[in-house]
C-alpha cells in the first residue's frame, strides 16, 4: 500500500517587518543587545540562562576562571554532570570535584551524577519560555519545546556569556514547518522530526531557525516537541522552537512551577523564509540508517532485518511518556534471546515515576537491562555493540564509530519501534501490532525532588569544600599564538565530505581526556588517520603551519570545542572547506584558526595532501575583507577562498581568540 505524502515545501519571500512576529523574532527583540534584525547581519543577543555538562564544562569554566570574575553574571547558570559518569580511572571523578568546587565558588547551580541528562533536567526544573539559554552542548535546543530561544554553542562562548557578555549570532532565516493533524498510534515525535530530516538533510541550513507552527502542535506534549527541537541540531540549524500554549502551561504546573508560564505565539500576519508543511496524520515509523541522521527510510521499507542491540534513553526519548509508551509494548513479552534492551531513564524524577505506575517492572519483566540516568550509550561511553552488530537506538546520532564499535551498523528510531524490536528480534513498524491504543497517563508532580542539585549559597567558605580543587589531569586553557604575518606549511590531511566532530575529537573512552589539551591532542583524527597529531606536531615545532582540507558540512554534530582547541595545540592555523557547520566555526575563531571556505570547487579538487601552501599579509587580507588570496608552493598557482566570519570574528582572528579579545574589556 502506497504512503500518503506528508510533508510539501512552499518558497516564500521574506519581508523584515514580519519576521520580528515570529515566536523566533520576538524573543530575539527581547534580547537584542546589538545589532539590527536582518537577515544574515550579525547581532549579539543577552543570555539568560546558561548550560554545561561535565564533557564540555571542565573547560568552559577553566575559560571562565581565567576571565578573573567572582562570580557569574547572567541570570542561571546550571551545570550538569551527565556524561562521563562511568568514572573508570580518576580523571572524571576529579573532573567532576572540580566542578563542584567552581560551582561553589562562582555562584552556579550544580546537577550532581545521577539527576539526569542535562536537556531533560533543564526543561523540568529551569528552562521558562520566552528566556534565552546558551548551553555547551549542541541539543540546548531542545529547551526550544516549551519555548525558549535555545542554543548550542562552545564552551568558550558559553564562559563569556556567564560573564555577562552578549552572544554574538548571525541573524537568522526562519524556516516555519506547519503541523495539522494528529499522529497515529504507535507514530510518535521521534518520526515527524525523521521526517523533517528526511526533507531538509544535515547539511545546507546553517543559520536558520526551524519553528513549529499549525493546529497540531496542540496535539503534541512538551516532550515530544522537545525530541522534535533536540533533533534539528542534526539538520545543523541554529535553533528549533515552539510557542507556549496551554500544553506549556499544563506542563509547568505539573512540575510545579506554574508562575514561569507566559504565552508566547507566532502574530496571524508573521511571514517566513519557508514552509514546510507535514500532516501529522500521515506520519508513518522511520529510521536513521547508518551512518547519518539524515539517512532516513521508512521501518516499513527495513522490516525483516535482525537486530543485535535496542537501546531506548538519551535526551532525545527518556521521558516519562517515552518509556510509558515502550513499556506498554513489552508488557507479557520477553525480549528476543538474540539481542540485548538497555533502557536509561533520562532523569531521576523519570525514574521514580516509573517506578510507581508498573513502567518499571514491566520493562525488568520483559529482560530490559536498568542503564544510568546519564548519556551513557548515545556518547559511546557504554553499551557498545557487537562487531558488525545492528543496534536500533532512540538517541540522536549514529556516526560512524561514535557507538564505540567501529563497524557498528547504529539505525535512529522511535521507543515505539525500538520496543516491538526488541520483542521480535528484528525490525519491525510498530503500527502492525494487533493490539488495541492505549493512552499515557499524566504524571502530575506535586512535591518535585531537587535534592540533588546543589545551589548557591552565600558564604561559600562555610561550605565543606575548601577552594576551589584541580586534579592532576587538569590543566590550564591554552593560549592562542599570535596571529602571524604569513601562514607556510602543509596540507596534514585531506578530507571529504560530513567530517564530523565526533571524526576530529573522539569521545568514548577518550572523553576523560578532555581537561588534559596536550594529551587529548594527541588522538586528534585518531579514527581517520592515527598518524595525525605526530605529523602536525613535527611541523609545529619546526616553525610550520598545519592546514586541514575538507569537503562539505566541515564539523557537523556535536559543539565539542575541542575539535578547535586541540587543532590549534597541534598548530593547525586554518581550514579549508567547501563548508563549515555554525558551532566549528565559531569554535575555529574562538581559538584563531582561519575558518576559510572554497570560492571554487575545482581549487578543491586539486589540492592534495602534503600540498604545501602560503598566505601572505596575513593581518592586512582580514582586515580587508572577506577574500583570502592563498598561493600553492607545491603547483605553483593562487587561489582565492572566504573567509565569511562577522566583524567581531575578524577582529578575534586578528587578536589571536576570543579569550585574547575579550580579556582586556573586563
Sequence with gaps: MSVPQCGTLVCLRRSERYMRNTVTYKILKEHLAEGNLEKGQSISIKIDQTLTQDAT??????????????????????????????????????????????????????????????????????????????????????????????????????????????????????????????????????????????????????????????????????????????????????????????????????????????????????????LFEIDLSKIVPMAACPHSPGNVKKVSELAGLKVSQVLIGSCTNSSYTDLYMASKILEGKTVSENLSL??????????????????????????????????????????????????????????????????????????????????????????????????????????????????PVENPAQTDIEGIFRGPNIGNPPVCPELSEKLCGNVVIKLGDKVTTDHIMPAGQRLKYRSNIPLYSTFVFEGVDSSFSKRCIENRDCGKANFIVAGASYGQGSSREHAAICPMFLGVRAVFAVSIERIHQANLCNFGILPLTFKNLSDYEKIDSSDILEISDVPSQIKAGSSITVNNISKNYAFEMSLDVSPMQREMLLCGGRLNQIKSSL
Design 57 to 274: 564544562g571542565t573547560m568552559a569554566y577553566l575559560e571562565f576562571e581565567s576571565l578573573g570574575l567572582d562570580k557569574v553574571r547572567n541570570e542561571l547558570a546550571v551545570s550538569y554532570i551527565d556524561h562521563n559518569t562511568v568514572q573508570v580511572g580518576f580523571e572524571n571523578a576529579d573532573d567532576h570535584k572540580y566542578l563542584q568546587s567552581i560551582a561553589l565558588s562562582k555562584g552556579i547551580v550544580l546537577s550532581r551524577p545521577g539527576n539526569g541528562i542535562c536537556h531533560q533536567v533543564h526543561i523540568e526544573r529551569f528552562g521558562v519560555p520566552g528566556k534565552t539559554l546558551l548551553g555547551s552542548d549542541s541539543h540546548t535546543p531542545t529547551g526550544g519545546g516549551i519555548g525558549m530561544l535555545a542554543i548550542g554553542a562552545g564552551g568558550l562562548d558559553v564562559a563569556l556569556a556567564m560573564a555577562g557578555v552578549p552572544y554574538s549570532v548571525v541573524c537568522p532565516e526562519v524556516i516555519e514547518i506547519r503541523l495539522t493533524g494528529k499522529l497515529r498510534s504507535f507514530c510518535s515525535a521521534k518520526d515527524v522530526i525523521l521526517t523533517v530530516l528526511e526533507h531538509f538533510g544535515v547539511k545546507g541550513n546553517v543559520n536558520k531557525v526551524f519553528e513549529y507552527t499549525g493546529s497540531g502542535v496542540a496535539s503534541l506534549s512538551v516532550t515530544d516537541r522537545a525530541t522534535i527541537c533536540n533533533m534539528g541540531t542534526e539538520c545543523g540549524v541554529t535553533s528549533s522552537i515552539f510557542p507556549s500554549d496551554s500544553v506549556t502551561e499544563k506542563y509547568l504546573i505539573s512540575q510545579g512551577r506554574g508562575k514561569d508560564f507566559r504565552l508566547i505565539a507566532a502574530d496571524e500576519n508573521a511571514e517566513y523564509d519557508g
Design 342 to 455: 538497555g533502557v536509561a531513564p533520562g532523569s531521576r524524577h523519570v525514574l521514580s515515576e516509573i517506578t510507581k505506575d508498573g513502567t518499571l517492572l514491566r520493562f525488568i519483566k520483559s529482560g530490559a537491562r536498568i542503564l544510568e540516568s546519564a548519556c551513557g550509550f548515545c556518547i559511546g561511553n557504554s553499551c557498545s555493540p557487537p562487531s558488525n552488530g545492528v543496534s536500533l537506538r532512540t538517541n540522536n546520532r549514529n556516526f560512524e564509530g561514535r557507538s564505540g564499535t567501529k563497524d557498528g551498523q547504529v539505525y535512529l528510531v522511535s521507543p515505539e519501534t525500538a520496543a516491538i524490536s526488541a520483542v521480535t528480534g528484528v525490525i519491525t513498524d510498530p503500527t502492525s501490532l494487533a493490539c488495541d491504543e492505549f493512552e499515557v497517563p499524566v504524571a502530575s508532580i506535586k512535591n518535585y525532588d531537587d535534592s540533588m542539585f546543589i545551589f
